[in-house]
């Protein structure tokens, strides 16, 4: 069965701080693994990752993907009050059918 | 950049009656749209895959009689929660492929809160 595992669960830290959320994954005919946040409302789109090794960045985000030992991870830097939500790390199968991972809910601290 | 619009935002219903979501997708056509539910402090949940004139595929546990899923045009896709009770209250979310390949990941609906009383 295809599954997304997300760690930490929850994390709460304080402005400026640098966060590392974590992915795995174990699913079948992988294409892609995505990143999102999401605060009231739907998700919004963060990364998407591919290939192994190859670093994304937008801003204080980064997220990098390991398809060898089958995970990825989001740093944030710097972090802002801002950036409290739920990350959501999603996997694409040869169907294009998504499966998300738990979340992590980042709440950051002033 | 392509937009999903859905609709309503939020709606309370009273037990026992239906609610219809719709999901358009505007200036492209979704030939599949996918809806989804999410649980508080849970993540998401595929319900079902909906291709544009022929039946949706349903995830396993969710009930085809109770969430009618209707995909008749490339634009609209709806969700039908039939006999509503309070435990389908829950945010529903769709999704539709984005114009030029999966690559750029799917676009999401605003969400839909119900709410059943």
């Known amino acids: 069965e295809d599954k997304v595992v997300q760690s930490p669960l929850s994390l709460v830290v304080h402005e400026g701080d640098t966060v590392t959320l974590n992915c795995s994954y174990e699913?079948?005919?992988?294409?892609?693994l995505l990143w999102y946040k999401q605060e009231k409302k739907a998700p919004t789109f963060l990364f998407m990752l591919?290939?192994?090794?190859i670093e994304k960045k937008s801003g204080r985000l980064s997220s990098i993907l390991d398809k060898k030992e089958l995970f990825s991870i989001l740093n944030i830097t710097a972090t802002q009050t801002g950036d409290s939500a739920v990350y959501l790390c999603?996997?694409?199968?040869?169907?294009?059918?998504?499966?998300f991972g738990t979340g992590t809910r980042l709440k950051v601290l002033a | 950049g392509a937009v999903v619009s859905q609709h309503p935002s939020r709606v309370i219903c009273k037990s026992g009656t239906s609610v219809k979501i719709e999901c358009r997708s505007l200036?492209?056509?979704?030939?599949?749209m996918f809806w989804y539910r999410q649980f508080p402090k849970k993540s998401l949940m595929l319900m079902a895959t909906?291709?544009?004139?022929?039946?949706?595929?349903?995830e396993q546990g969710v009930e085809k009689d109770k969430f009618l899923i209707n995909h008749a045009s490339l634009t609209l896709s709806t969700l039908t929660v039939t006999s509503a009770h309070p435990e389908d209250s829950s945010f529903y979310i769709c999704?539709?492929?984005?114009?030029?390949?999966?690559?750029?990941?799917?676009?999401f609906g605003s969400g839909t809160r119900l709410t059943v009383v």
């Open positions: 999603a996997s694409t199968s040869g169907t294009y059918k998504y499966i």
């Open positions: 699913v079948t005919n992988f294409r892609s």
């Open positions: 591919t290939s192994s090794g």
């Open positions: 200036d492209f056509q979704a030939t599949t």
């Open positions: 909906s291709n544009e004139g022929s039946k949706a595929t349903y």
């Open positions: 999704s539709a492929s984005t114009p030029g390949g999966g690559l750029e990941g799917y676009t």
